[in-house]
Each structure stands twice: as structure tokens, then as C-alpha cells.
Nanobody, 119 residues
């Protein structure tokens, strides 16, 4: 069983920055896709950004231009650099790892880290 552990969340003022980390117990190269999702209170979980094994990235509109997803294969860790944070970014941020096998796709989730943007 692979474990994903997020860290780096906290309270930040509007306009500030945070860097989230997601460390895996296995090799991130084993997964076709790694990504960050978030869930705000009373809302459904939504995708924020993804990165492939080839470091091809994708961002949703809410993240474009402000967030950067990256990976460090040697540390089996992915990151989410978040700049110019706004109150609407307040949410629990989750790391997700997706792989493929003989039985199809499979995924693992981390436990989440809280990000609060408030003055």
C-alpha cells in the first residue's frame, strides 16, 4: 500500500505564498500521473494541477499563472508552489497518484493539508 503524505499548508494572508509537498512511500515514477486536488467547505473536490512522469503539466483555470506543480524523482515528492493566494484558494489540498495495471487504473490519495487564506 502506497502512502502519500502532504505538508506545507497553513494560514497565509491574501497575496502570500505557500509551497505544498507530497511525499510518497514508493517511487513516483511508478505512477503515470501525480496531481493536486482541493476541497473547499461545502464544495466538491476539484482538480488543481497534474504532472506526468515526463513532467508535462496541466493546470485548471483557477491555478494558471499562480500555481506551479513540480516533481523531484530523487525525493519521490511532488510540490505545489502557490503564489498570489486569494481567499477563494482556502481549502484542504490533497495529493493524488494514479497508475495503471493489468486491472486498469488505480489511485492513491493523501490525507490532505489545510490551506487558509485570510487577513
Amino acid at each position: 500500500q502506497v502512502q502519500l503524505v502532504e505538508s506545507g499548508g497553513g494560514l497565509v494572508q491574501p497575496g502570500g505564498s505557500l509551497r505544498l509537498s507530497c511525499a510518497t512511500s514508493g517511487s513516483i515514477d511508478d505512477f503515470n500521473l501525480m496531481g493536486w486536488h482541493r476541497q473547499a467547505p461545502g464544495k466538491q473536490r476539484e482538480l488543481v494541477a497534474t504532472i506526468t512522469t515526463s513532467s508535462i503539466t496541466m493546470y485548471t483555470d483557477s491555478a494558471k499563472g499562480r500555481f506551479t506543480i513540480s516533481r523531484d524523482n530523487a525525493k519521490n515528492t511532488i510540490y505545489l508552489q502557490m503564489n498570489s493566494l486569494i481567499p477563494e484558494d482556502t481549502a484542504v489540498y490533497y495529493c493524488k497518484a494514479t497508475g495503471s495495471g493489468s486491472n486498469g487504473l488505480y489511485s492513491y490519495w493523501g490525507q490532505g493539508t489545510q490551506v487558509t487564506v485570510s487577513s
